[in-house]
């Protein structure tokens, strides 16, 4: 078993109500009970309805949540429906997921993603940074030029990279059961924290999270390559069930 820091982050997407509370303090409760608590970082990312309710009722804080997106505006402004990265610092947000394939495929660009990271920083908020190719990329040979050019265009080495956990998410992993060899994931996250240091010129490897389809027969797996730092669990994350025995078949 590792005695590395490992994050399991949720990401609820466009799920849940009040009542949906029941899930996160199952969470938190587990995480209280846990063994080696302090090697082992839960997060859930919930809708922004949510999230100052959950802050509040949660009495002690065993986990951390965070949103899903935010506006690259700083300050208030003319951009009805949207939500900046300090009002939801203010509603109890520590982290947001930033440049999700679901809102790539949207519209959001490399150029908008790094605006937002910016913005998030700016107001003290971790950033999940998501990367990675599509199947057609993936097809062509093209994963590390998407992700180069990903880490490239979205990132500024004044950017304070200890607030920035990457999650590698391959386009055609999410939501579909699909997961990539692991003999290709390992040298993909190995790739992607070099091309971090490369590019930065720096010394320190960001921590990269994996993400697609994760769920709690599948872990195992993944818990031989030791350069994943961590899991980004959509749809799974949902059931509070789904979401522990995923953790605790990781430590098996
Ligand atoms: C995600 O939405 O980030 C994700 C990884 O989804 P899923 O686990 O459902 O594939």
Request: one cysteine or more.
């Amino acid at each position: 078993m590792t005695n590395k820091l490992r994050y399991f982050i949720g990401n609820w997407k466009m799920f849940g109500d009040f009542g949906s509370f029941k899930i996160i303090h199952k969470i938190n409760q587990f995480s209280r009970k846990s063994k080696n608590q302090s090697k082992k970082k839960i997060i859930l990312c919930v809708p922004n309805t949510l999230i100052h309710f959950f802050k509040k009722k949660l009495k002690s804080k065993f986990i951390s949540l965070g949103v899903q997106n935010c506006h690259y505006h700083q300050g208030y402004g003319p951009f009805t429906g949207s939500v900046n990265a300090s009002m939801l610092k203010k509603a109890g947000a520590e982290f947001v997921i930033l440049g999700h394939s679901e809102n790539r495929s949207e519209g959001e660009t490399n150029q908008l993603i790094k605006k937002k990271i910016e913005s998030a920083l700016n107001e003290e908020l971790s950033v999940i940074f998501c990367i990675g190719e599509t199947l057609k990329e993936k097809k062509r040979a093209k994963t590390f030029s998407i992700l180069k050019n990903q880490i490239k265009s979205s990132l500024e080495k004044k950017f304070n990279v200890n607030k920035i956990i990457f999650a590698y998410e391959p386009v055609w992993s999410i939501g579909t059961n699909k997961i990539p060899k692991m003999n290709e994931l390992k040298s993909t996250i190995k790739f992607i924290k070099n091309e971090f240091k490369k590019t930065f010129k720096t010394k320190k490897s960001p921590k990269v999270l994996y993400g697609g389809s994760v769920n709690d027969k599948n872990i195992s797996l993944f818990s031989s390559i030791s350069e994943i730092d961590g899991f980004l669990i959509g749809g799974a994350s949902q059931s509070s069930k789904k979401f522990i025995d995923i953790i605790k078949n990781y430590y098996k």
